[in-house]
């Protein structure tokens, strides 16, 4: 401890919170900001102004004057940077004011993640490069050499594959994993449909796995299913996969959506470890 001081602040302004509407944006996107900035004293303040920043933008604004110990609300657009890797953008909210002589409190910070987004078609991932679109908490390998009647051995094509499984344990068990896109511009596509290689061993009844959409940067979630479909799903009418006899390579298909929005897919893999329904 060290330096205490005691004083008196003229006219002190806070910005008491900055927060934006989503946690993740897509490059460029436009990012809606709340800051709420509070008089902290009992007089009158006049001519506050106010400065909200993002990397690639800065707004500025005047607020006539805030009464005492009065709290306001300002509502403020930036950018969000362009990128094709996935960001943290720090978003900045500062007031000035020249009566206020503390600073201190004149400044908060909240942070983005901004998400590249695919928009060039015919796409396919071999997650041979270190650079993809997908991101998950499970890992890529080349062989599992594990038991050739519950697991594969190697990629369905090039060396790397999606693998869900604990491959260190002497008789390894799925783990629950999530395989995650960053965005997807399919507005421009016609009857876009989404395929890919698959080899399921999972507990039937108890494992599953399913594939989710979001049209929102991935605040809600819901499974995508459609009638115009190939293996999809079969278990739990239609609503997962959940068997333990499909342990090869096998393609799956599923029609996506018509939308004008920028959509981010992510597959699920899910362990029961109670003889409960899969989701």
Avoid at 195 to 219: C, E, H, M, P
Avoid at 249 to 277: A, E, Y
Wanted: positive net charge; proline residues 3%.
């Amino acid at each position: 401890l060290d330096n205490i001081n005691f004083y008196r602040a003229t006219d002190d302004l806070t910005v008491f919170e900055i927060k934006t509407d989503l946690p993740r944006y897509f490059s460029n996107d436009t990012v809606t900001i709340t800051t709420t900035i509070v008089n902290n004293t009992n007089t009158k303040v006049n001519k506050v102004s106010l400065q909200i920043s993002s990397p690639s933008y800065t707004l500025h604004d005047s607020i006539p004057f805030i009464n005492a110990y009065d709290t306001i609300v300002k509502v403020s657009k930036v950018n969000a940077s362009k990128s094709s890797i996935i960001l943290i953008d720090t978003i900045r909210a500062k007031i000035s004011c020249a009566t206020d002589l503390y600073s201190e409190n004149n400044e908060n910070i909240s942070s983005i993640i901004v998400l590249p987004v695919l928009d060039t078609f015919p796409y396919v991932e071999g997650f041979e490069k270190v650079n993809s679109i997908w991101s998950s908490n499970s890992f890529y390998y080349q062989t599992t050499n594990q038991l050739k009647e519950r697991y594969i051995l190697a990629a369905a094509n090039g060396k790397k594959f999606w693998y869900t499984a604990n491959v260190s344990a002497t008789i390894p068990e799925i783990r629950t994993s999530v395989l995650t896109s960053q965005g997807i511009d399919i507005s421009n596509l016609k009857n876009p449909y989404l395929s890919f290689s698959i080899a399921r061993y999972l507990r039937n009844g108890r494992d599953s796995t399913l594939v989710q959409i979001s049209n929102n940067k991935g605040a809600s979630w819901k499974s995508l299913n459609s009638v115009n479909s190939s293996n999809w799903y079969n278990y739990n009418d239609n609503k997962v996969w959940s068997d333990s006899n499909k342990v090869y390579w096998h393609s799956v298909s599923c029609q996506l959506p018509d939308t004008s929005k920028r959509i981010m897919l992510r597959i699920i893999t899910l362990k029961i470890d109670s003889f409960k329904t899969p989701i």
